[in-house]
Structures are given as structure tokens and as C-alpha cells.
């Protein structure tokens, strides 16, 4: 297969291989590894600098993908794939795995958005994280975390892809436990990585039918076996997959993307993650990490698309946009409205996925990284001021008390709800518009609700926390109307977001469409709706946008609203206790699977192993001693008894004598 | 003269050293016990004359010297033995030595 | 009925019965005296085979001076104790008489069947004849013992030697429990004992 393959060791970008050495993508990860090493090592004798060390680090890599990106944007459309082969890792016979990093344009946008948002929120944790006792470890985790996101996103292969799966879902355990000795966040922790783990699983089965059907694991192998043949005598190699393994192999690997980016059915984990503090939840669970399933959907697109597994793509991620959407109407803790919001804007994309529209999604994975880690950055600011709080109905006129904080926020509120012309209203309007164009009426029906109920409920915490009369939890203190807000660290990293969230639509505006076109040679051509149409969707979405702002506006801004709000709740007393208890998932899931995988457990442990194999083992001991408790009684220390035995050994013996005298 | 086929002192030897086999099994007393073994050694010196006749030379007699000269050299060595032991115990039961057992 | 089967029957019948009665004789006195009994008979089965000097042997050696030395013996530890006639091991009688019946069946057929095996023939009393009248039984005897047997000859003798001695060591009258660890006293027996016993 090498036709598909440039095996050399440097990019066909620059203009001589005398810088190739620093310009390799390893150094992307080798970065934040290097910090990540450093810190475990040595993360008590750096101490205090580990914050700077570790956003440094990341720092670099980013500048590395910023000159990695202009060589990119150097050379010609089709030829900006770089396949960079670090070293041989398996070699068993036949199979062998390399380390082969891809860089193509889908790869340099998530890189851009790992290390970019990543750096930022590294500045922000020095800052949140000050005076905890396990500082160094902290950045050691987050540095870890990045070099494994990295090693995902420029994986090659999908062995090397399926490391860094795994290895992010373990820094999300490391960081989600951090402060482990709280028994929530250890729980969480754990909910997480098991999880996970289901989600993990059956994207390992993905990687073995696809082994087995197209006799590799290289990505771009994978994604031209699925393509069709390519003209002239390539054809002779081309062996195309079936549709049904296909079908089966992008169905099994989006079943990893739902685990590890809280779809149906596997999103319980991410609200509980909130335990962990605010500067993971932002770049893990809301920038980064999550993303990673929309990311492999998307780079996994030539799969996608000759399986028929998209429109279930598409409809899972429609429902759980709508399901999350519903459930974080009626939350009370910040950080959890974030996370379920999250797990909306994350349906979003595969909604987006599904319907062919993959430059749609990685747009709206753009603006959703700057505005949502905006906006937990901004709720761990808000944490950090009103000592640890997280309930929004302890909370009001915090825009006018904290001021950095309160505005950057309000970008960020109205970025996520759509509003003209913040990022967010850009990017949901092309989902939309592909979704229509795709013919999907019904997902782009669910898409409009849900950014109605989305402006709605990101209105509802606006409202409530920065709007209003000041209210602070008892034990705060209030100077003249201000509480302390934010301190430069902090700030450093919410004033970039809040620019980004202004004017992140820029990346996509039609008709130019830049990021479209950027990454119309690795994933294909959507088709965008010229003409009128477009312009009348998109208003229309914007008015979902503001009537669910002008519905929150009613229930909560205005002095009325409480007695509105007593009004309507009666009326919708039972759907709303369902939503309020998030529907009730988790209960179902500790009963259907939980309960019984520890009856099962325990049936393990103690009836089959310690009844029954260390049965087996002690019985066996035991029984030997009670044989030889009877056998033993033979040395009974009478001279006559041992002669007796003597007497019988002769006569046995010499009846061999007799019996073969007897036989002749 | 003729004489008896040497196959029945063969079985007479075999049926003494059964006796004396059997005695010291039943009998309790060490010094009995010993003289039982001393029947056992007649029987065998009793074979060994009967092989010489058999054989027609006198080398199984020659044995039976030896045997003789081994059991008077043992008997005096075991009867030492016997004789100590008894008298520190006041008795000749070997029944009485049996400590060494589970 | 030659004068020879007459002998071997009554020698027979004496030597078994003689067993026997040891079998059953309480007194270890008269054990002594049947295996007394018992010797002689042998000594005359050793005759009717043409064993003459290990015939005399038997008598002087054996019959006259082992047993005498058990009779001593017997005498030094009480002549009357009479042995119990209950058995307090367990089923130790019907082992041994069981396994005693079992043997002696088995020796008896194997012998039966088997010594015709050994392909000998019936010329083996002839030859035996024949020595013994030229050059005689005890010159016979007597020539294989020193050129043959010479080795195993002068090897009983330093048996008997260590006999001797380590009946000695053993019974000498030791008068208390600890003496039997310490040396004897120095005015007591000659260098040469001492030094052997330090050897020891």
C-alpha cells in the first residue's frame, strides 16, 4: 500500500529539508509531554513555577502550529497533507503499526483549538489553582492531558488514535478526582472513566473489524478503501470495504464517540464531572476532550459516508441536543447548566456530522470551544469570588459587582444564543442550513427548538446570576457594590475567549466561507444553499434565539416574574419534575446495569472465588491433612507393628515369585 | 545310601523360618523376640547345606561357617544391648519402647 | 523305608515341633531349650546331608554357646516372668499368623515347583560323597576356607574382635544416670582403654 503513503520524514511544505527536524508535528506533543514528564518528576522542586512551566510549554506548541499552519497555508489545496512517520512501534510478524502522525487541514484546526484555548486556560489555572497543595500535579495532568489529545488528533493510525482516546479518558479520571478526598469528585471520577470505558470498548471492536476487513489501521488507507477507486493503475490495489462492514465498524466507532462525547446513551458522566475544578471542566468537558468524537466522525467521513451509519449519527445527536437542552432548564448549579448545555451544543455537531455537513460541525466546534470554555471560565471566576458557590439562586447582579467577569460573559451568553453577529449565531445557522439542504426537515425542526430552549435556559443563568438585585452567599464581602473579582491570570485568559466569541463567525462567513474551503479537500463539499433560503433560515433560527431570550427575560428579569413562573409551573408540574430530575437516566441505569453488575461482582467474589476456588485450593489442602491425620496413625512406635509391614512387603514379593513360577 | 529328596528340607527350612518370622511378631519379650531370629538363621544355615548337597561341593558349607561366626558376634553385641535397656526400664517388654511414634 | 527317610522323619518332626513349642511357651527359659532342641535336630539334618564339620559346629558354637550365652542372659533379668498371654496390639496375632500361613504356602510351592528349575540334577549327593571321602570334609572345607574364602575369613575375624570390644564399652556397670556421659574414673582401667574410649 504504498502508493498511499509518502513514508518520508518531513513535511512537503517548507521550502528545504534543513528545517524539517524543528518543524515536525512530533514537537506539538512532545511539548507538553516534556512538561507533563518533567512535573511528575520533579513537580516538588519546581513547585510554584509549574503553572508557568506547563502553560509555557503548551505555549510553544502552539506557536509550533502556527508556523506549522501558515507552511500549510503555503502550499496548495490538495497537496497540504503531511504523513510523518515518528518510529516503528509494532512489529509482530506481518503486523506492523508505526507511529505515523497525519497533518492535514482537519488536523491543524484542532491542533490551533487544543493548544490556542488549551494555553489559555493553563494561564487561567495558575491563578484558580493558587495555594492548592498538589499545584505541580495539576499542571502535570493537564500538560499529560494535552500531549494525549494532540497524539489523537495527529494520529495516523487508529491504534495511535485509540491511544490518545484512552489516554485523555484518563487524564479526564486524574482531573475530574483531583481533589479526591471529596468522595463526589472520586465518584465522579470513576462514573467517568467507567463510562467511558463502555463507550471505549466498543470502539476497540470497531478497530478490529476494520483490521480485519481492510488489513490495516493507517487512517488515510482506511478513508481510501472506502472512497472510490482512484483513476489509473491504483486501481488494480483498490479493494473496496462492503457497505455492511461499513455499516457495522462507524456504528461500533461512533458507539466510542457517544462514551467519550457524552451522546445518548452514554452521557451521564459529563454533569457529575462538574466536581472537578472549573478550569478542567473547560478545557476537557467543554473544549477539548469531548470533541474527540466529532473530530474521529469527521476524519473517519469516507467511512461514515459508505455505511449507512450517518442518519444515526445524525438522529442521536439531534435527540440529545434536545434532551440536554430540556434538562438544564431546570438546573440550579451553574457548572451543571454548562455541562448539559455542553452535551446540547456537542448533538450540534454530530447532528452536523450527520448530514454530510463536517466543515459545519468543525465550525461550530470552533466557536463552541472559545464561548463555552469562555463562559466556564467565567463561572470558575464567579466560584472563586463568592467562595465555592455554585447555585444560581444564591446569586444575583454579579455583572455590576465583577465586572470583567460579567461582560466577557454576557459575549459569551449571547454567542451560544444565537444572537447576530456573535460566533454562535454563524455557526448553529450553518448546521441548520445543512440540515434543511439535506432534506432532514424533522433534525432541522429539533435543531430550531433546541436553540430556542438553548437561549432559554443560557438566558434563565444570565438572568440570575449578573442580572438583577446583588446577592451573595453569607460569608462574602461586599465593597461598595463590588466583590473581588477576577485577578489577572484569570482575566488574561476570559478577554481573548470573549474576543474570539465576537468575532469567531468570521472563520465562515458566507459567502466566503474560508473554513469551508479549507477543508474542502479532506472532507468533501457540502453543499450550501444559495440564494434566499438561506438568509430566511437563518432568521428564522434568530428568532428562536430571541423569543427563548424574551421568554427568560419574562420569567426572571422582571419583577413579575416569580409570580409568572408560580403560574406556569403548576400547569407543567409532571414534565418538568421529570426534566428537574433529569429524567430519571441514571436511576434506570443504576437499576438495569449497575445493581446488577454488583450482584454479579459480588456473586464472583465471594461464591465463586472464595467459596468456590479457594474452596477448591483449602480443600485440597485440608484434605491432605486429613488423610494424612489417618495415615500418620501407621507409625504407631510398636517395633512388632513395623515388622508386621515388613512380614507383609516379603509376601507380596515373593508373590511375584510364586506368580511367575505359576505361569511357567 | 539313599536319601531323601533335598526339596523337603527345603520346605522343612521354609516352614521353621516361618515360625521363627512368626514369632517375632507375636512374642514380646526381647530376649524371645532374639531367639526366634537366631530359629530364622537355623533355617537359613539349613538351606545353604541342602544347596551344598545340590551343588555337590561344600562352598554353602563354608557359608554356613560364616553365618555361624556372624550370629555368635551378633547375638553377644544384641543381648548387650538388650540387657542395658532392660535393666533401665526393669522390664523386657518392647512394647514399653514405643515413644517414637506420631 | 531306608533307614535314611526314618532319620529325616523323626529330625523332621522334632525340629518343627521343637519351632512350635518355642511358639508357645510362655517361660523364656524353656524358648532357650527348645531352640536348644530345635539346633540339634538341624545338626542332624546337616549330618544326613554330609555336612559333618558344620554338623559339630552347630553343636559346639551354636547349641553350646550362644544359647548359653542367651540362658545367661535370661537368668541376669529374671528366669520367672511369664510372658502375658493377651495381646495388646490390636489385631497383631491374626496378621502375623495369617501372613505366617500365606508365607509359608508360598515358600512351599515355590520350592516344589521351582527347584527342579535349577537344573542340578540328582548328582549333587554323589559329588558330595565323593569329597567327603577324599580328601575328607574338613580338609575340603578347610582348603576352600584359606585360598578362596580367605578374605571374608580374616573379615569375621576383626568382627569378632569388634564384638568383643564394643561389648565391653556397652557393659560396663555404670552406677548412676549421668555416668553414662562421663568417663570412668582415672585410678580405674589402663591407658590403652582410655585412650581408646577418648578416640571413641
Keep these: 500500500m504504498t502508493l498511499y503513503r509518502q513514508c518520508a520524514s518531513c513535511l512537503p511544505l517548507t521550502g528545504g529539508m534543513i528545517f524539517s527536524w524543528f518543524l515536525n508535528p512530533g514537537w506539538l506533543i512532545a511539548f507538553p509531554l516534556l512538561g507533563a514528564v518533567l512535573l511528575l518528576f520533579f513537580g516538588k522542586r519546581i513547585g510554584r513555577f509549574a503553572g508557568v512551566l506547563a502553560s509555557g510549554l503548551l505555549g510553544l506548541s502552539f506557536v509550533l502550529g502556527l508556523v506549522l499552519f501558515g507552511a500549510q497555508l503555503g502550499t496548495a489545496g490538495s497537496q497540504r497533507t503531511a504523513y510523518v512517520h515518528l518510529f516503528d512501534w509494532i512489529s509482530v510478524g506481518s503486523f506492523r503499526v508505526g507511529a505515523d502522525l497525519t497533518l492535514d487541514q482537519l488536523s491543524i484546526v484542532m491542533v490551533l483549538v487544543v493548544t490556542g484555548v488549551g494555553t489559555l486556560i493553563h494561564i487561567y489555572s495558575i491563578g484558580y489553582m493558587e495555594g492548592d497543595p498538589r499545584y505541580p500535579r495539576f499542571f502535570c495532568y493537564l500538560n499529560l492531558f494535552a500531549a494525549l489529545m494532540l497524539t489523537l488528533v495527529l494520529a495516523g493510525n487508529l491504534l495511535l488514535l485509540y491511544v490518545g482516546w484512552e489516554g485523555v479518558g484518563l487524564c479526564s479520571f486524574l482531573l475530574i478526582g483531583f481533589w479526591f478526598e471529596r468522595a463526589k469528585a472520586s465518584n465522579a471520577a470513576k462514573k467517568a472513566f467507567l463510562v467511558n470505558r463502555v463507550g471505549d470498548f466498543a470502539f476497540l471492536i470497531g478497530i478490529f473489524v476494520l483490521a480485519k476487513a481492510a488489513s490495516t489501521l493507517s487512517i488515510p488507507v482506511i478513508n481510501a478503501l472506502a472512497g472510490p477507486a482512484p483513476p489509473g493503475p491504483a486501481a488494480l490495489l483498490h479493494q473496496p470495504l462492503t457497505t455492511g462492514i461499513a455499516t457495522v465498524a462507524s456504528l461500533l466507532l461512533f458507539a466510542g464517540a457517544t462514551g467519550k462525547s457524552a451522546q445518548i446513551p452514554l452521557y451521564i458522566w459529563l454533569p457529575d464531572a462538574m466536581e472537578g475544578p472549573t478550569p478542567v471542566s473547560a478545557l476537557i468537558h467543554a473544549a477539548t476532550m469531548v470533541t474527540a468524537g466529532v473530530y474521529m466522525v469527521a476524519r473517519l467521513s469516507p467511512l461514515f459516508q459508505l455505511g449507512s451509519a450517518l442518519t444515526v449519527v445524525a438522529w442521536i445527536g439531534g435527540l440529545t441536543a434536545l434532551w440536554a437542552a430540556l434538562m438544564a432548564c431546570f438546573e440550579f448549579d451553574i457548572k451543571r447548566v454548562l455541562a448539559y448545555s455542553t452535551i446540547s451544543q456537542l448533538g450540534y455537531m454530530f447532528l452536523a456530522n450527520g448530514v454530510q455537513g463536517y466543515s459545519a460541525a468543525m465550525f461550530h466546534l470552533v466557536t463552541h470551544a472559545f464561548f463555552k470554555a469562555l463562559m466556564f471560565l467565567g463561572a470558575g471566576a464567579v466560584m472563586h469570588s463568592l467562595a465555592g458557590e455554585t447555585d444560581m439562586r444564591k446569586m444575583g447582579g454579579l455583572r455590576k459587582a465583577m465586572p470583567i467577569t460579567g461582560y466577557t460573559f454576557l459575549v459569551g451568553w449571547l454567542a451560544i444564543s444565537g444572537v447576530f453577529p456573535f460566533a454562535g449565531f454563524w455557526s448553529k445557522d450553518a448546521i441548520l442550513a445543512s440540515a434543511w439542504h439535506q432534506g432532514q426537515y424533522a433534525l432541522w425542526a429539533i435543531g430550531v427548538g433546541t436553540a430556542l430552549l438553548t437561549a432559554f435556559y443560557m438566558s434563565r443563568l444570565y438572568f440570575r446570576v449578573f442580572e438583577g438585585p446583588l446577592l451573595v452567599p453569607d460569608g462574602v464581602e461586599v465593597h461598595d457594590g463590588r466583590v473581588h473579582d477576577a485577578p489577572i491570570t484569570m482575566v488574561i485568559a476570559l478577554v481573548p475567549l470573549a474576543f474570539l466569541s465576537v468575532v469567531g463567525g468570521l472563520l465562515n462567513l458566507p459567502p466566503s466561507l474560508t473554513l469551508e474551503h479549507f477543508l474542502e479537500p479532506v472532507v468533501g463539499r457540502s453543499e450550501v444553499p444559495a440564494g434566499l433560503t438561506p438568509w430566511f433560515l437563518a432568521s428564522l433560527a434568530l428568532v428562536a434565539g430571541l423569543a427563548g431570550i424574551a421568554i427568560a427575560y419574562m420569567l426572571y428579569m422582571r419583577p413579575d416574574g416569580q409570580t409568572r413562573r408560580a403560574a406556569l409551573y403548576p400547569r407543567l408540574r409532571i414534565p418538568i419534575a421529570a426534566a428537574a430530575n433529569k429524567f430519571y437516566v441514571d436511576e434506570l441505569y443504576g437499576r438495569a446495569i449497575v445493581l446488577p453488575g454488583k450482584a454479579l461482582a459480588s456473586f464472583s467474589a465471594y461464591t465463586l472465588d472464595a467459596r468456590g476456588i479457594d474452596g477448591l485450593v483449602n480443600g485440597t489442602g485440608g484434605l491432605i491433612a486429613a488423610i494424612s491425620d489417618r495415615v500418620r496413625r501407621v507409625q504407631s512406635g510398636y517395633v512388632r507393628n513395623y515388622a508386621a509391614t515388613f512380614l507383609l512387603g516379603v509376601v507380596v514379593l515373593f508373590s511375584i515369585v510364586v506368580v511367575r513360577l505359576a505361569t511357567g | 545310601?539313599?536319601?531323601?529328596?533335598?526339596?523337603?528340607?527345603?520346605?522343612?527350612?521354609?516352614?521353621?523360618?516361618?515360625?521363627?518370622?512368626?514369632?517375632?511378631?507375636?512374642?514380646?519379650?526381647?530376649?524371645?523376640?532374639?531367639?526366634?531370629?537366631?530359629?530364622?538363621?537355623?533355617?537359613?544355615?539349613?538351606?545353604?547345606?541342602?544347596?551344598?548337597?545340590?551343588?555337590?561341593?561344600?562352598?554353602?558349607?563354608?557359608?554356613?561357617?560364616?553365618?555361624?561366626v556372624v550370629a555368635a558376634a551378633e547375638v553377644t553385641v544384641g543381648l548387650a544391648i538388650i540387657l542395658m535397656i532392660a535393666r533401665r526400664r526393669n522390664s523386657a517388654d518392647v512394647d514399653g519402647v514405643h515413644l517414637l511414634r506420631w | 523305608m531306608s533307614l535314611a527317610v526314618i532319620v529325616f522323619g523323626v529330625m523332621f518332626i522334632v525340629a518343627l515341633g521343637a519351632s512350635l513349642a518355642?511358639?508357645?511357651?510362655?517361660?523364656?527359659?524353656?524358648?532357650?531349650?527348645?531352640?536348644?532342641?530345635?539346633?540339634?535336630?538341624?545338626?542332624?539334618?546337616?549330618?544326613?546331608?554330609?555336612?559333618?564339620?558344620?554338623?559339630?559346629?552347630?553343636?559346639?558354637?551354636?547349641?553350646?554357646?550362644?544359647?548359653?550365652?542367651?540362658?545367661?542372659?535370661?537368668?541376669?533379668?529374671?528366669?520367672?516372668?511369664?510372658?502375658?498371654?493377651?495381646?495388646?496390639?490390636?489385631?497383631?496375632?491374626?496378621?502375623?499368623?495369617?501372613?505366617?500361613?500365606?508365607?509359608?504356602?508360598?515358600?512351599?510351592?515355590?520350592?516344589?515347583?521351582?527347584?527342579?528349575?535349577?537344573?542340578?540334577?540328582?548328582?549333587?549327593?554323589?559329588?558330595?560323597?565323593?569329597?567327603?571321602?577324599?580328601?575328607?570334609?574338613?580338609?575340603?572345607?578347610?582348603?576352600?576356607?584359606?585360598?578362596?574364602?580367605?578374605?571374608?575369613?580374616?573379615?569375621?575375624?576383626?568382627?569378632?574382635?569388634?564384638?568383643?570390644?564394643?561389648?565391653?564399652?556397652?557393659?560396663?556397670?555404670?552406677?548412676?544416670?549421668?555416668?553414662?556421659?562421663?568417663?570412668?574414673?582415672?585410678?580405674?582401667?589402663?591407658?590403652?582403654?582410655?585412650?581408646?574410649?577418648?578416640?571413641?
Design chain 2, 1 to 68: 545310601m539313599t536319601s531323601v529328596a533335598p526339596g523337603y528340607y527345603l520346605v522343612l527350612a521354609g516352614l521353621m523360618f516361618t515360625i521363627g518370622v512368626v514369632g517375632v511378631l507375636v512374642r514380646r519379650n526381647a530376649i524371645v523376640i532374639f531367639m526366634f531370629v537366631e530359629l530364622m538363621l537355623n533355617a537359613v544355615n539349613l538351606i545353604f547345606v541342602t544347596f551344598a548337597r545340590m551343588h555337590g561341593n561344600v562352598d554353602g558349607q563354608i557359608l554356613v561357617f560364616f553365618v555361624l
Design chain 3, 22 to 200: 518355642m511358639l508357645f511357651s510362655p517361660n523364656a527359659v524353656h524358648v532357650a531349650l527348645f531352640l536348644v532342641v530345635a539346633q540339634v535336630a538341624l545338626a542332624l539334618a546337616f549330618l544326613l546331608q554330609g555336612a559333618y564339620f558344620v554338623a559339630a559346629m552347630q553343636i559346639i558354637v551354636y547349641a553350646g554357646a550362644i544359647m548359653v550365652l542367651f540362658l545367661f542372659v535370661i537368668m541376669l533379668l529374671g528366669v520367672d516372668k511369664r510372658e502375658a498371654l493377651i495381646e495388646p496390639l490390636r489385631g497383631q496375632r491374626q496378621v502375623a499368623i495369617g501372613l505366617g500361613l500365606l508365607l509359608a504356602a508360598e515358600i512351599s510351592y515355590s520350592v516344589l515347583r521351582g527347584v527342579h528349575l535349577l537344573g542340578l540334577g540328582n548328582g549333587g549327593s554323589a559329588a558330595l560323597n565323593a569329597i567327603n571321602q577324599n580328601p575328607g570334609n574338613v580338609k575340603a572345607i578347610a582348603r576352600l576356607l584359606f585360598s578362596r574364602y580367605l578374605l571374608p575369613f580374616e573379615a569375621t575375624s576383626v568382627l569378632l574382635v569388634v564384638a568383643i570390644v564394643g561389648v565391653m564399652m556397652l557393659a560396663r556397670r555404670i552406677d548412676t544416670a549421668a555416668g553414662l556421659f562421663e568417663p570412668r574414673q582415672p585410678a580405674e582401667p589402663s591407658a590403652p582403654i582410655e585412650a581408646e574410649r577418648e578416640a571413641v
